[in-house]
């Protein structure tokens, strides 16, 4: 789909940093203060004191313990931040319980109550997932179980009857930090907990998994949130981290040294998803909480070959998806998008609904078949857009349309009955259509402008990898700009590598466009794109990213 490159307003004589700052909204240094001392403190969270005294009383009395995860690497990292805290903290009976999303589905549903019940946990504690739990908590309550339920998703009208409820966006809560990641919310409990049990063990050897959980769930990087992925970040740089984060960075060929935020999201968190797209997300769990390098390493291998066969399902799924949308061109899509294959595999739908999305700027519903009656659906959606509440409304119209949902602004999931999906569709580009405004669906790439020859150096891309973490409502800084097209060539038949100099300047600059397939036509192309460091042989040099050229 055609992008629009629109320069952020910025004041010319701004030097380099406070141009990208203040294009992000930042204009006090207190803003870009990384140090843990700014953290919001964990009593701002409603019944947190409550939680940190009933988990407490738990490891006191050596009661045991079960963590009830989720299948993605945020529901991972939490887990194992739940898991190796407690053991911190004291406990000696802790286990952990990730639902197979094959047949159990998301969440604290009866079904997995009754498996969780085989351990006999005292105490179970439900880590980014839990707040729509009713039935689930009502049965844990039944069997005798103390119900800890710690979740960020959205709440709906009414809560689950748990003992004790930790979720920023439950009504009532006052954390400013809304955006905060099921990891964050998991390391605060534990940080009430330490409190309770006035324990001196430090909470910033768990920093590392808050790092990668946060930036794997896509939100948005608010002080808080940068404050939490820049302390892990540092952690994991400077050879703090554990094993198998630094297992998963060797399998996704990224030097813990010079780790950026992007290496979390694209090296680090596929591969441990892979495990629960495809399998059991135990297994990263596991790689996660070993303390064995030999076993980490053994275990990042098997999440590396998981990762390699959920690419090759993705591709299969891209071509029966490009058939599927060949109906649809610039002039007739749609306002969103729903696709429905057969053959679509439950663990990828999700990253196909985000390839689909980003071809198309249109919030996009893949579906995937559960059984004969059931589609099952992972959705993604544009900046602006608020996917749970379409649904939301959706539902309220149409009280037999879906079965179930959940999820964020930007990520959804859902079940609808299999002879639903021609009505749901209609249904959904009405919801959109009432929702959105038309400025949503032009896809502009917002750019923080051009760089004159004196900035486009290996030293201002050194200092942007380095200072501070970039992701979601915090962009890494994008830039625009003429170039010369000097020399061009195709890496494995897709990858477009080119040297470029700008306009009137003579000096060549290597630059990459991935994905692309072709060579360009012209001499001169106009580009948005991000700075990087290449490493080779030892030596570092200045290398463009490119996002966009025309």
Known sequence: ???????????????????????????????????????????????????????????RAQQKFLILGDFDTDGATSTALAVGALKALGAKHVDYLIPNRFEYGYGLTPEIVDLAATRQPDILITVDNGISSHEGVKKAKEYGMKVVVTDHHLAGET????????????????????????VGVIFYVMLATRKYLNSQISMSQFLDLVALGTVADVVVLDKNNRILVSQGIKRIRSGLSRPGICALLNAGKRDKNKLRTSDLGFAVAPRLNAAGRLEDMSLGVACLLSDNDIEAFRLAVELDSLNHERRNI???????????LKAFNLSTIPESICVYHPDFHQGVIGILAGRIKEKFHRPTF?????????????????????????????????????????????AAGLTIPINNFE????ELNKAVVEKADKYMFENILLTDGELNHHQLSIENAVLLRDHLPWGQGFPEPLFDGEFEVLHQQLIQDKH?????????????????????GKLVETKKIKTAYRLDVNFYNEKQKLQLILEYIT
């Open 496 to 516: 477009l590598k080119l040297s470029l100099a700008q306009v009137s300047q003579q000096n060549p600059i290597e630059a990459i466009l991935f994905n692309y």
């Open 314 to 324: 993705e591709s299969d799924m891209l071509i029966q998806a490009e058939d599927i």
């Open 159 to 182: 809560l689950p009857d748990a003992d004790v409820i930790i979720n920023p966006n439950q009504p009532g809560d006052k954390f400013e930090s809304k955006n905060i990641a099921g």
């Open 1 to 59: 789909m055609t992008r629009t490159l629109k320069p952020r307003e910025f004041s010319s004589e701004a030097d380099l940093l406070k141009r990208i700052y203040a294009n992000r909204g930042i204009h006090s240094l207190d803003d870009i203060n990384t140090d843990l001392s700014q953290l919001l403190h964990f009593d701002q969270l409603l019944n947190i004191e409550k939680a940190g005294e009933l988990i407490g009383e738990g490891i």
């Open 423 to 426: 009505k749901f569709s209609v």
């Open 366 to 410: 893949v579906f995937s078949k559960v059984n004969d009656s059931e589609l099952k659906a992972s959705a993604r959606s544009i900046p602006g857009l608020h996917l749970r509440d379409i649904l939301a409304l959706m539902d309220t119209r149409n009280p037999t349309l879906i079965t179930k949902f959940g999820g964020h602004a930007m």
